[in-house]
């Protein structure tokens, strides 16, 4: 990941209604956990977005392991911690319905397709599924927005899954 030293200005000011999200997937892991190679990267992530002037006012993530590693080491290679908290509400499939997220992965991959897509395919066809991933984004849109609200002005950091999480959040801002 490359980023340019943000000179003053290249961000634009916040005004103090405003709040900057910077919204990751989670780092790859094993078992839930960062891969130390992972780790690593996240260390220097941080160092580079500390390097653009980037500051964080606090940290939202899912309540899996792996995001909450994947928030920490970014803010350890930033050189400064703030507020982190985790939210339910930014959680992945498995631990609303770890049945249904296995059943998903198994038709997926019979059909040679990655899970996240396979997903957004079954939208078009189950009413329920549409119904539970348009549910599924305004949870997540509401966990950023509640967690946001004190951090009116600043940037925050938010962590969370693919697929059935993050991209119907997005849409749903």
């Not at 977005?49 to 980037?54: F, M, Q």
């Not at 080491?73 to 939210?87: F, N, P, Q, V, Y």
């Not at 997926?108 to 599924?136: H, L, N, V, W």
Request: net charge negative; proline share 2%.
């Amino acid at each position: 990941m490359e980023f340019k030293k943000i000179e003053r200005g290249c961000f634009r000011e916040l005004v103090p209604t405003e709040v900057r999200i910077l919204f990751m997937r989670h780092a790859d892991h094993e078992e839930n956990i960062v891969t130390s190679d992972e780790q690593s990267k996240l260390f220097g992530q941080g160092q580079k977005l500390a390097d653009a002037g980037i500051v964080i006012a606090g940290t939202v993530c899912s309540t899996a392991d792996r995001a909450l590693m994947t928030v920490l080491g970014t803010k350890a290679g930033m050189g400064k911690g703030s507020c982190t908290i985790t939210d339910p509400r930014l959680s992945d499939l498995g631990a609303e319905d770890p049945e249904l997220k296995k059943n998903i992965k198994a038709a997926a991959q019979a059909a040679g397709k990655p899970s996240e897509e396979y997903i957004f395919e079954m939208c078009q066809t189950s009413d329920a599924i549409y119904e539970m991933m348009e549910r599924r984004g305004r949870e997540g849109a509401d966990a950023l927005w509640d967690f946001a609200q004190q951090f009116r002005g600043r940037t925050i950091l938010a962590s969370s899954h693919d697929g059935s999480r993050m991209e119907v959040v997005i849409a749903s801002l």
